[in-house]
Nanobody
């Protein structure tokens, strides 16, 4: 069983910064792509950023230049540094990861439980 646990969410003022973390634990052989998604009230879940095990990162146009995704493979953790936050960034933020089983080498996509990020003055 694999778990993804997000942390770092909370109320922030417009223009402020926040750093989200998501740690994977359990039976993990390796982790391929990791990513952050968000879901605002009344809207569908949308991609924020992704980072492969090696290679280039990918960002939604709405967050380019403001958000940075990174990962620490020694800690099985992905981060999302969010700067210059706007009210429209208000959402529940979810992390996901493609986990490779150490036993079967099969890949499973796993999701965290989400963390709230309200941006308001």
């Amino acid at each position: 069983q694999v778990q993804l646990v997000e942390s770092g969410g909370g109320l922030v003022q417009p223009g402020g910064s926040l750093r989200l973390s998501c740690a994977a634990s359990g039976k993990i052989g390796s982790i391929e792509a990791m990513g952050w998604y968000r879901q605002a009230p009344g809207k569908q879940r949308e991609l924020v950023a992704t980072i492969p095990s090696t290679g280039s990162t990918n960002y939604a146009d709405s967050v380019k230049g403001r958000f940075t995704i990174s990962r620490d493979n020694t800690k099985n953790t992905v981060y999302l540094q969010m700067n210059y936050l706007k009210p429209e960034d208000t959402a529940v933020y979810y992390c996901d990861a493609d986990i490779v089983s150490p036993a079967t080498l099969g890949r499973t996509n796993c999701w965290g439980q989400g963390t709230q990020v309200p941006v308001s003055s």
